[in-house]
Nanobody, 125 residues
Framework: QVQLVESGGGLVQAGGSLRLSCTAS????????MGWFRQAPGKEREFVAA????????YGADSVKGRFTISRDSAKNTVYLQMNSLKPEDTAVYYC??????????????????WGQGTQVTVSS
């Protein structure tokens, strides 16, 4: 099992930036995929971005392409989500997740085995 702790959420004005961090501990995860999801009030949780821990390959939702960037720091066991040009509709609780493979369904929740507790991101207009 992998333990995940997110940080970096907060309140920001529209057009601003935030960087979320997700630090993993527990079993080794060199073959894991790491993903970010978000859930806005009254809505279902949705995929944001994912990264292959081994290759660094990334995949992102269309809604955040060009604005959000996912990256990882192997030495720190940490995955980041750099969020720029934030919009009020980006307001949500953001969750980090760890999965066992980086495959064609990496944007689906069922591909992930472990989840963090979430961090709140609020974008004011």
């Amino acid at each position: 099992q992998v333990q995940l702790v997110e940080s970096g959420g907060g309140l920001v004005q529209a057009g601003g930036s935030l960087r979320l961090s997700c630090t993993a501990s527990g079993r080794t995860f060199s073959s894991y995929a790491m993903g970010w999801f978000r859930q806005a009030p009254g809505k279902e949780r949705e995929f944001v971005a994912a990264i292959s821990w081994s290759s660094g390959s990334t995949y992102g939702a269309d809604s955040v392409k060009g604005r959000f960037t996912i990256s990882r720091d192997s030495a720190k066991n940490t995955v980041y989500l750099q969020m720029n040009s934030l919009k009020p509709e980006d307001t949500a609780v953001y969750y980090c997740a760890a999965g066992s493979r980086f495959g064609p369904n990496i944007d689906r929740e069922y591909e992930y085995d472990d989840w963090g507790q979430g961090t709140q991101v609020t974008v004011s207009s």
